[in-house]
Antibody, heavy 123, light 112 residues
Framework: QITLKESGPTLVKPTQTLTLTCTLS??????????VAWFRQPPGKALEWLTL???????RYTSSLRSRLTISKDTSKNQVVLTMTNMDPVDRGTYYC???????????????WGQGTMVTVSS | DIVMTQSPLSLSVTPGEPASISCRSS???????????VDWYLQRPGQSPQFLIY???YRASGVPDRFSGSGSGTDFTLKISRVEAEDVGVYYC?????????FGPGTKVDIK
């Protein structure tokens, strides 16, 4: 069974750095053709893509948050880590990681999602 | 950035009746080999998103065949042939044609 699970702090202070970990089970981040992406969702609002990393360590970031985001993978632990610097109350929301696949080798899709983790930014 | 719009934003459906959601993109979502790089996801209340449709018209594994996707270029449609109670939630279209990957605002479907 393929699962992803997000972990990290539920509360961070403004200006602090958020570090979230996505632990993968049932598949390896090193497997060709896969990857992991991070998304977030403010309460009651739409999904927003943040970043992704491919099996070959290629990475993509949303331009609006590029200076604040870093994605990395630890193949030995089969984990993907997201860091977001300079957190602000507007960054409050549920953060999800998801498995990336490339159907027919064409483009990215996200077939398995973690349960999400709610992050609040407050002093 | 590619802007995704959806209509309607809210839909109330009688069980057993069909439902249709429209998704439009600000640029063509035609990718390589003639595929359209748009996916659909369902987020049931209190749950994480679920993969429904990829490349505009291919059902993800385990998705009931009452769900279908169609469209090309900038106009796409998700159809549910006969809505069931478990279909309630918010439906999102998403483009992966280029980064940043972007989502539509979502269409909330509930049961009458």
């Amino acid at each position: 069974q393929i699962t992803l699970k997000e972990s990290g702090p539920t509360l961070v202070k403004p200006t602090q750095t958020l570090t979230l970990t996505c632990t993968l089970s049932g598949f390896s981040i090193s497997t060709s053709g896969v990857g992991v992406a991070w998304f977030r969702q403010p309460p009651g609002k739409a999904l927003e893509w943040l970043t992704l990393i491919y099996w070959n360590d290629d990475k993509r970031y949303t331009s609006s948050l590029r200076s604040r985001l870093t994605i990395s993978k630890d193949t030995s632990k089969n984990q993907v880590v997201l860091t977001m610097t300079n957190m602000d109350p507007v960054d409050r929301g549920t953060y999800y990681c998801a498995r990336l696949i490339i159907p027919f080798g064409v483009k990215d899709a996200f077939d398995i999602w973690g349960q999400g983790t709610m992050v609040t930014v407050s002093s | 950035d590619i802007v995704m719009t959806q209509s309607p934003l809210s839909l109330s459906v009688t069980p057993g009746e069909p439902a249709s959601i429209s998704c439009r993109s600000s640029q063509s979502l035609l990718c390589g080999n003639g595929y359209n790089c748009v996916d659909w996801y369902l987020q049931r209340p209190g749950q994480s998103p679920q993969f429904l449709i990829y490349l505009a018209s291919y059902r993800a594994s385990g998705v009931p065949d009452r769900f279908s996707g169609s469209g090309s270029g900038t106009d796409f449609t998700l159809k549910i042939s006969r809505v069931e109670a478990e279909d309630v939630g918010v439906y999102y279209c998403m483009q992966a044609r280029q980064t940043p990957i972007t989502f539509g605002p979502g269409t909330k479907v509930d049961i009458k």
